[in-house]
């Protein structure tokens, strides 16, 4: 199945919106591109995929070259059409995640490793993923919370005491 040029216009919105959303995650010193692509058949190879489960489809999936820190993740339109924008941020949030361990998979030897090692990966960046949300979302309750809250006697006080003592400066510009 493939989508229209209005379903995958609005996936991209969406990834557009997440990037805007979320450039500051504490990545900025990465090169990550975002793409988004009409089907499983264009996302690139990944695993091995005679063993996936014909009905499940990728949603996302991210290439890494940490040594560089760059990073690409593209975004199955066709599977992520319809998902929750709750869901779809948290999926994308997750990708993140695979940006910051994938280094550790340099040292993913057969040899020493668990067999199920990629798993453990997959836990640990919906982890990583949940953290950076709800610690978004914490930090957007408390500025509401704040905004909301009124000045204490002592904070009055305290910022008029400031006034006085501090005059504005007129604006001059940079001071460098």
Known sequence: MSVTDKEFNLVDRRVKAFTRKWHSSGLGWWRLQFSVVRSSEDMPTTGNKEEADPLWQCV?????????????????????KEMKEERFEST????????IVNELRSI??????????LEHEEHVCTTIGQMLGWTYQ??????????KRKPTHREVLRKRLDEVLRPKRKKRGPRW
Request: glycine share 8%; charged share 25%; proline share 2%.
């Open 60 to 80: 996302a999936s991210t290439h890494v070259a940490w040594q560089y820190r760059d990073a690409k993740i593209t975004v199955n339109a066709d599977a992520a």
């Open 92 to 99: 994308l949030l997750h990708e993140l995640g695979h940006v």
């Open 138 to 147: 914490s930090g957007l309750d408390a500025g509401k919370k704040e905004a």
């Open 108 to 117: 993913a030897k057969p040899d020493g490793l668990a067999d199920n090692w």
